[in-house]
């Protein structure tokens, strides 16, 4: 039979029907909400598939075959009982679509480094704790979705920095801060119904909205505090956790120049190597002399510069305020990050009539917090 897309949904099947075989040329099979619990190790043979649909089945695996299915484009297997996937599923290197949610995943295979053509993941309602920073390599993603993961802490900037990312959705989570760098075609966002959350970085301003000040109650970061980089707010007294990696902070208006010689190497070892990531230097990590280095060379750029005009990546090391809103009804607070004093005064000077800046000092470790008796 010469057809190319076949649609077998809600017909009860508990295996796939061999009937697959009668049709030549096979492209797009939909499968969805049926009982199938396998996927047969025949139905990687029809090489020409390029659009698997089964989300809703009972599918326990994947098979480690199937990177088989080499012209394969689009790949759902949402709400099924997925628990890992197969390594070899970084060997599909046409996929562009990808969805896993609604399964019971705890990991990403690292091998997905490899899915350079891959635009859309969604592995929403799943119990990951962390991304893998190797997903930073598929560098056509442009919509990402990992809400509803009551367990994820934190999105690496290398993967919210990613260069076509234009689609991020991260709601129902348990982030403890947000990245401070994003992708400058970043056009939505739906991240801020975190419960830990008590601070926005400037560049989520745009997608913000007041109505989001009735989320429910925040919930005190659950974390230790130990290692991490805190400032208190002077005016509401609240403690915010500032980017993993944060090593000083700069009032404003500051001297100048006062960012290290250190940032400029971190920066400049960012850009040393384009063809095999600095985080897989093997070589690169057995010549630092410290170990926080290569963790630092890892995570990339923390932040970016808050002027428009500059967005310079950076590292451990910046000018810092913390800005409200004049003449609104929302108590949400900002935060800025700029490379030097004098983007500072850019910024102020174009925003000076919409914003205004709290003041804040650095808190150490054993400074008791007292987030609890502050209404957010």
């Not at 199937?66 to 689009?74: D, P, V």
């Not at 802490?153 to 990245?179: F, G, K, T, V, W």
């Not at 109505?211 to 109650?217: I, K």
Request: charged share 20%; glycine share 2%.
């Amino acid at each position: 039979m010469n057809r190319t897309i076949l649609h077998w949904s809600y017909l009860n099947f508990r295996d796939v029907p061999m009937d697959l075989f009668l049709y030549e040329d096979l492209e797009e099979v939909y499968l969805k909400e049926n009982f199938i619990s396998v996927i047969p190790q025949w139905l990687l043979s029809i090489t020409t598939l390029k659009f698997i649909h089964l989300a809703g089945n009972n599918l326990s695996e994947l098979p480690t075959d199937i990177y088989m299915l080499e012209n394969l484009e689009f790949l759902d297997v949402s709400n099924n009982e997925l628990k890992e996937l197969p390594p070899t599923l970084g060997l599909l290197l046409r996929l562009q679509q990808l969805n896993v949610s609604g399964n019971q995943l705890t990991q990403l295979p690292l091998e997905m480094s490899s899915l350079r053509n891959l635009e859309q993941l969604n592995i929403s309602k799943n119990r990951f704790r962390r991304l893998p920073i190797q997903l930073s390599e598929c560098v056509r993603l442009n919509e990402l979705n990992v809400s509803d993961n009551e367990t994820l802490l934190h999105i690496p900037e290398r993967i919210a920095n990613l260069p076509m990312l234009q689609s991020l959705a991260a709601d129902r989570c348990a982030l403890i801060y947000l990245p401070a760098a994003l992708s400058k075609f970043m056009n939505h966002v739906r991240i801020f119904h975190n419960t830990s959350i008590n601070y926005l970085p400037m560049i989520y301003e745009k997608f913000y909205q007041n109505f989001y000040d009735n989320r429910q109650r925040f919930t005190p970061i659950s974390v230790s505090s130990k290692g991490l980089f805190w400032v208190r707010e002077l005016e509401t007294r609240k403690r915010l956790l500032l980017p993993v990696g944060t090593r000083q902070v700069f009032e404003v208006p500051s001297k100048e120049n006062r960012i290290s010689l250190y940032d400029d190497c971190l920066h400049a070892i960012q850009t040393l190597n384009r063809q095999v990531p600095v985080y897989e230097n093997t070589a690169l990590h057995r010549l630092l002399p410290e170990p926080y280095m290569s963790a630092q060379i890892n995570n990339g750029a923390i932040a970016r510069c808050t002027t428009s005009q500059c967005s310079r990546c950076l590292y451990t090391s910046y000018y810092f305020m913390v800005v409200k809103r004049f003449g609104s009804s929302s108590k949400q607070l900002f935060t800025c990050n700029f490379c030097t004093n004098r983007c500072a005064n850019l910024w102020l000077a174009s925003n000076s009539r919409r914003y205004y800046q709290l003041p804040w000092r650095v808190s150490e470790d054993d400074d008791e917090d007292v987030d609890n008796a502050v209404k957010h």
